[in-house]
């Protein structure tokens, strides 16, 4: 990179010499002058030597310039390439932030709405209506362009949005029965549910070190659990059902979405489930729930103690933490690798399991953070042993 700066900053000031050929025999040329290229020389031999080492004089002092700007340039790279560096790991930063800030009010917002509010389908409806107007204003406004589904990826997108839809209303039910914090700890358990359904399905068989880590996490999950002051059978199995859900996405997008020439990206392919998940929602809920806005309901969740105004703006800012902390989160898996991406993953649930529980003033009894706490431990564990790869046999 050095000869290659050297040569181009040398190029333009190369002397290029020509001879003056005499136009005819009998022309003599004039003393003392010599063609430099667009420059005149003395070439007399009383003034030759002082004349030569002028120009040697001058020579030198370019080629000392020139050399003074091929060795800066390396220098100046360097110090961008530092800058944009520092830039980049300010613009992750500030990306995992907004991710973990988003999912905090998320939590304690969609708690507050489920616990006067006892519909999860209908809350999970409305929270896929919100985000579904932000994909339409995102795709409007040209911010993110917008994607073309062919037939063949809406038969892959279909099956997944419907796990999605299912995951989430687990979720939902869960939150609404059991604490936020109980609820984040049972799905610290995702890892187990993806090495077995990987086995099962696309077989991918985990290693040594991937199986080791399994076991604080089962062990500490189940400590947890025993000691759970909020524990409900609904709550458990609905948190556990979502982790099976949400796992069974996870694998099942890696074994339809195999044509990278189909593929769609992270942020379309989410936007198109979430869509597809509303349009799926919105009637079931009804069928399930029944009309759920009317005014005998929404005075009951004010005697439960939200007004009608906090319970709508809630619910709206619950819909909005929803959509697009998951938007951030695939912004952020284009960003850096999945190891990394879950390691943050487990950092957030930390993350919101204190949160709320400073919130909401959840109970929590020693042997109660203990298990909470190994569960995390086995979850950090596991996104370090992804990253060990076997040895070639």
């Known amino acids: ?30 003393p003392g002058l010599v063609s430099c290229r667009g420059k005149l020389c003395l070439h007399s031999d009383s003034s030759f030597n002082r004349k030569s080492s002028v120009s040697l004089f001058v020579s030198n002092q370019r ?15 360097g110090e961008t390439q530092q800058s944009k560096d520092s830039v980049g790991t300010l613009k992750l930063g500030s990306m995992f932030a907004i991710w973990y800030l988003l999912n905090i009010y998320f939590n304690i917002y969609n708690k507050q709405v489920l ?3 006892p519909f999860p389908a209908t809350v999970t409806a409305f929270q896929f209506g919100c985000g579904t107007v932000l ?42 029965k059991v604490a936020v914090s ?28 991937v199986v080791f880590s399994l076991v604080p996490i ?13 524990f409900n059978w609904i709550g458990f199995t609905s948190a556990m059902a979502s982790n099976l859900t949400n796992q069974s996405r996870n694998v099942l997008s890696k074994k339809f979405m195999v044509n990278k020439e189909e593929a769609l990206d992270n942020i379309n392919l989410f936007s198109i489930i979430t869509i597809i998940s509303f349009l799926l929602l919105a009637p079931v809920a009804i069928l399930m729930e029944g009309v759920k806005f009317s005014p005998s309901y929404l005075q009951f969740a004010a005697n439960q103690g939200l007004n009608v105004r906090e319970l709508c703006v809630r619910s709206l800012l619950a819909g909005f ?10 912004i952020i898996l284009q960003m850096v ?48 042993a992804k990253r060990i790869k076997p040895k070639a046999t």
């Open 321 to 330: 933490c929803f959509h697009t902390y998951q938007q951030v989160s695939y």
């Open 218 to 230: 089962v062990g500490g999950v189940a400590l947890a659990s025993f000691t759970e002051a909020s």
């Open 115 to 117: 616990k006067v509010y």
């Open 1 to 30: 990179m050095e000869s290659y700066a050297c040569a181009l900053a040398l190029y333009p000031l190369t002397p290029f010499l020509k001879s003056v050929k005499p136009t005819s025999r009998n022309t003599k040329p004039q």
């Open 63 to 77: 080629w000392n310039g020139l050399k003074v700007r091929a060795a800066s340039v390396p220098g100046n790279t």
């Open 337 to 384: 690798s999945p190891v990394t991406h879950s390691v943050g993953n487990c950092v957030k649930r930390v993350v919101v399991i204190i949160s709320s529980v400073i919130f909401f003033q959840t109970p929590v009894t020693p042997i109660n953070s203990l298990g909470t706490a190994v569960a995390l431990a086995g979850v950090f564990l596991y996104s370090r």
């Open 182 to 209: 109980f609820t984040h700890t049972i799905k610290a358990m995702e890892p187990f549910f993806t090495v077995v359904l990987s086995a099962l399905f696309i077989g991918e068989w985990p290693s040594i070190w």
């Open 135 to 176: 994909i339409l204003l995102m795709w409007g406004l040209n911010l993110y362009p917008r994607p073309k589904v062919t037939r063949s990826q809406f038969a892959a997108i279909l099956p997944l949005a419907v796990i999605h839809t299912m995951g989430n209303i687990l979720t939902n039910i869960s939150l609404g």
